[in-house]
């Protein structure tokens, strides 16, 4: 019985993910007009990833490892990141925005909050709400499964 539940929850997460995707994840690559969609997803995850490494980041955009070092190479080139070598471990690379990279990054998330404010006017008060409150129950029973610690 549980075994179904737990599939149903899956089957959810799958199916939200895609209109997830489309409202809200969509908006980020178009509105960074210098970068490339995978450039603009490589500085998210770098800004919202504290000690990114290149091989955490190769995961999370689902791309190859000479893929992410073009993209990382490209980044640096630009001014936007640098690779910090960590302090007790000389052989792990941590990711780092410049405050060039910052500034880009919360610029379109600046662009990204009037789009999702304007979307979201169309909703009532109890929507907002039950919305917003939807949002903090997935972050507690994630962060209590771990999602949001894995892989850092």
């Not at 737990?6 to 980020?28: C, G, H, M, P, S």
């Not at 689902?62 to 052989?91: F, H, M, W």
Request: aromatic share 8%.
């Amino acid at each position: 019985m549980i075994e179904d539940y737990k599939r149903k929850a899956i089957k959810n997460i799958t199916d939200f993910y895609a209109i997830f995707q489309k409202e809200v994840l969509d908006i980020f690559p178009g509105n960074i007009p210098e970068l490339t969609p995978l450039l603009s997803k490589a500085l998210f995850e770098i800004y919202y990833t504290e000690n990114i490494t290149p091989s955490i980041l190769t995961r999370r955009l689902a791309i190859t490892v000479p893929n992410t070092s073009r993209c990382l190479q490209k980044l640096g080139d630009l001014g936007y990141i640098n690779k910090v070598k960590d302090e007790n471990d000389k052989r792990i690379t941590h990711i780092k925005l410049t405050e060039e990279g910052i500034k880009l990054v919360e610029k379109s998330i600046s662009y990204m909050d009037e789009v999702m404010l304007n979307r979201l006017s169309l909703l009532k008060m109890d929507e907002l709400e039950r919305l917003s409150g939807a949002f903090m129950t997935i972050r507690e029973l994630f962060d209590k499964i771990g999602v949001l610690h894995q892989a850092k």
